[in-house]
């Protein structure tokens, strides 16, 4: 913390000339506040006497932290304190602004300065604050108070005590008979199997977290990852505009949109739009909400002008920062970051968005190409969302250059569950 000498003035009521009147200061940063103190035992009869210091804090680049101060009052028999953040804070601080007028007798103006309310609470010499540690006794408190109830409790206290130390003794048989069957476990199964459990676990776990909601008992395919949560009814309309712009491509725009990288999927259904007007409109949506997602997942950072260019709905933009971006401090401002951790939650949700565009199978081969990740990776999200994974057959003499290689995933009834393949190095031989 910071530590700065003020003087403290203390307001008085004081009957004003017909000629004051009252003008605003210039804008004050938040260190120019003025302090108005309250001292919570009353009001001091000797207020020239007490000696008041400010301290600030010194992470001026965090936003959160770079606003809290202390103020300190001293006098030769007590000392206060008070803080504007913490358990101490005064929550009238966040709900109202507060004002101090200053008025100059010679010009009869009266200056208005924005302030800030601290709550003086005393501080006694020797007292145990929150952060104090215990002292390193014999008896720790609890044992202390169990003592005084032995000594001097009512029937009612020394009950209550009886049954929380059996309650104690009961858990401490717990813990003993759980060390016991986890020792029996490890000596059975062998640490290093227990090791490679736990990581596959939470291998496991934590690309869990990044999958779009999934009803597995659901009994048609489009209900297993329902389209309102990929899209809810709301920002499905508000992409009616931008639906229209990519009905209305000409051939030219879809070359210039084929040459820019990460639009193979994009592409491959703005090509074979259905005929039909409400799945046409909805494949156009579709499209281009798709189309932000391949370009979010090439970004490190998302600035302005990635929306500027794009002409994205507010709606769009907010659920794409809230679900697909980190929020960091750097150099005191928020920054929205796309992660690999949510590059992989932007690959899943692409994934369950092309399947109810493509009666559920998607070529994988261009969505990993678009998203530009490992074809590895792109197979782990797709066995995790419990897809069917397939390669056509390979044909005979000129048939196989033609063939097709890319791979595909659908949604088949029941979902499959996949064994987690760990790869194990081989011992060398002892010769």
Request: overall charge neutral.
């Amino acid at each position: 913390m910071i530590h700065h000498r003020v003087s403290l003035s203390f307001i008085t009521t004081t009957i004003m000339a017909a000629s004051c009147r009252m003008v605003c200061c210039e804008e004050e940063r938040e260190s120019d506040k003025a302090i108005i103190v309250r001292f919570s035992n009353g009001f001091t009869s000797n207020a020239e006497e007490l000696d008041f210091a400010t301290f600030k804090n010194i992470e001026e680049n965090n936003p959160r932290k770079k606003i809290r101060r202390i103020v300190v009052a001293e006098s030769d028999r007590l000392s206060y304190v008070g803080q504007n953040f913490g358990e101490d804070l005064m929550k009238c601080n966040n709900l109202c602004r507060y004002y101090v007028g200053v008025l100059n007798k010679e010009t009869m103006q009266m200056e208005i300065h924005s302030a800030q309310l601290f709550n003086m609470q005393p501080v006694i010499p020797g007292e145990a604050t929150h952060d104090a540690k215990p002292q390193d006794t014999t008896l720790s408190y609890r044992e202390k108070v169990d003592s005084l109830i032995e000594a001097f409790g009512t029937n009612k206290q020394k009950r209550a005590l009886s049954s929380r130390r059996l309650n104690q003794v009961g858990s401490d048989a717990l813990h003993h008979a759980v060390a016991e069957a986890a020792s029996t476990v490890i000596d059975n199964k062998g640490l290093e199997a227990l090791q490679q459990e736990v990581a596959e676990t939470e291998s496991q776990g934590a690309l869990s977290l990044h999958l779009p909601p999934c009803n597995a008992d659901a009994d048609k395919k489009e209900d297993v990852y329902p389209f309102e949560e990929l899209l809810s009814p709301v920002e499905f309309a508000a992409l009616e505009p931008n639906g229209q712009k990519m009905t209305a491509l000409s051939q030219e725009e879809l070359q210039k949109l084929k040459d820019q990288r990460g639009n193979l999927c994009v592409m491959k259904h703005l090509e074979n739009m259905p005929s039909a007007s409400e799945p046409r409109e909805k494949t156009a949506r579709c499209a281009f909400y798709l189309s932000l997602l391949i370009k979010l997942a090439h970004q490190k950072i998302v600035t302005r002008k990635f929306w500027t260019e794009e002409g994205c709905p507010r709606v769009i933009q907010s659920k794409i920062l809230r679900t697909f971006t980190v929020e960091t401090y750097n150099n005191g401002r928020v920054q929205n970051i796309v992660s690999t951790s949510m590059r992989a939650k932007i690959a899943a949700h692409s994934l369950a968005l092309l399947l109810h565009l493509g009666d559920m199978t998607v070529n994988l081969s261009l969505l990993h190409r678009d998203l530009e990740i490992n074809e590895a990776r792109m197979l782990e999200i797709a066995k995790s969302m419990g897809l069917t994974i397939s390669k056509p057959a390979r044909g005979k003499g000129d048939e196989a250059q033609l063939q097709d290689e890319h791979r595909y995933a659908s949604l088949v009834l029941p979902l499959i569950k996949y064994d987690k393949f760990v790869e194990r190095r081989k011992r060398k031989k002892m010769h």
